[in-house]
């Protein structure tokens, strides 16, 4: 399964994947999820916003058990972040069956799709619109950097817009769901574990900041004459640093925007995005408070208007602690959790959900703790550690 669906969106200049939403790179991604449900006798199904669902049992039965991930990426992303759980989804089907399992609920495994959010600017926007935190009309107004709206784009690649929107019957037959994602970190690594269990994602979110300033000519406008909002907004970047090393949590502009975007031109638009994410809110204010107030100072100081915008936002979440310990219990040693479990930074699908159905995460080392880079990966044996740890896991809820 990883050989056939490695090879779909990679570049080859930077050996990372670009597995947008509603391109033709996600469409040969959902492809492969379809022919693997197919293969295995699996009932197939698209939902209304794009998510495949992969059902093993009676799909209307209700209390069903649920795993699985994403296919998509960033932009020069890793193999692994998404596509490793959606490949232990089926990995894990495989080992119970040929354990020789009895089922006692319905099993299902899913893609969702947009989770990185890469082409329209908001993360899950898949299970976001399943749970009703997206609504149509907001979805209608997402853009990618072409000018091109959400509903253009799954038009486009042959799907029904009209049909989006909050599925709270699909949501009210899952009893839990289950996502294994390769940790974004290195405290496995550093703990000498193969698996770990999720405590709770950091709150997070997205920042939009627009300086703007006066196109002018590079080499004929004195310097004292400029309002270069490209000054404001480097200063803004050391600021963010500086804010979240003194709280402890972490801040990064790594998405920017220029207008004209000439090298013999003074910008006179410079859109930066921050993304900024905390162990506890009062962290996450304190650091996008004092990049702000900075980032004012700076565009006043060089005599631009400056308009801030949050794009998005995720409180922080708590995983199902019942669903948490029983997992804890099933991989742990004499019914005690011995298994790590850690926080982290990063936002899934399964965050997205967790205040609707209980939702758990397994996580698989990642020896360098490289993410979101080509450079991204996990040992063959951890991965298998995974697909072990997560049908472990599906035989307890799923086989009682």
């Known amino acids: ?136 009309a907001q979805a209608a107004e997402l853009r990618d950097m072409d000018g091109v709206s959400l509903p253009k784009a799954m038009e486009a690649a042959g799907y029904d817009p009209e049909a989006i929107g909050a599925d709270p019957e699909r949501l009210s037959r899952i009893g839990a769901f289950i996502e294994l994602h390769v940790e974004q970190g290195r405290a496995l690594d550093l703990s000498g574990d193969a698996v770990g269990i999720a405590s709770a994602i950091w709150p997070h979110g997205r920042w939009r900041f627009d300086f703007r300033g006066e196109a002018n000519h590079a080499g004929t406008t004195r310097l004292v004459d400029r309002r270069d909002p490209m000054l404001s907004y480097a200063e803004t970047v050391l600021a963010a640093r500086r804010e979240a090393e003194l709280a402890g949590a972490v801040a990064t502009f790594g998405k920017i925007s220029v207008e004209p975007n000439g090298v013999n031109a003074i910008p006179s638009l410079v859109r930066g995005w921050l993304d900024s994410r905390a162990a506890d809110q009062a962290t996450l204010d304190t650091v996008v408070t004092g990049v702000e107030k900075a980032a004012r100072e700076y565009a006043d100081k060089h005599g631009l208007d400056l308009t801030t915008v949050r794009e998005s936002f995720t409180p922080i979440v708590e995983f199902d602690h019942a669903l948490r310990n029983e997992l804890g219990r099933i991989l742990g040693t004499d019914g005690e959790i011995t298994v790590p479990v850690l926080g982290t930074g990063a936002g899934h699908d399964a965050g997205i959900l967790a205040d609707q159905i209980p939702t758990a995460m397994l996580f698989v080392r990642n020896p360098t703790g490289v993410s979101h880079s080509p450079a991204e990966h996990a040992g063959e044996d951890d991965c298998l550690a995974g697909v072990s740890a997560l049908a472990d896991v599906l035989e307890g809820l799923a086989c009682r």
């Open 1 to 136: 399964m990883w050989r056939d669906l490695a090879p779909i969106g990679r570049n080859d200049d930077s050996g990372g994947y670009r597995r947008f939403a509603w391109t033709g790179a996600d469409a040969d991604c959902r492809e492969w999820f379809k022919a693997q449900a197919e293969a295995r006798g699996l009932t197939y199904e698209l939902d209304r916003n794009g998510n495949q669902w992969a059902w093993l049992g009676d799909p209307e039965a209700g209390d069903a058990v649920v795993t699985g991930s994403h296919l998509d990426s960033v932009p020069d992303g890793g193999a692994f972040d998404g596509p490793l759980g959606v490949v232990s989804s089926f990995a894990a089907l495989d080992e119970l069956r040929a354990r020789g399992v009895e089922f006692t609920r319905p099993l299902a495994l899913t893609n969702f799709g947009d989770e990185e959010g890469a082409r329209f600017g908001l993360a899950c926007v898949g299970s976001r619109l399943t749970s009703g935190k997206l609504t149509p």
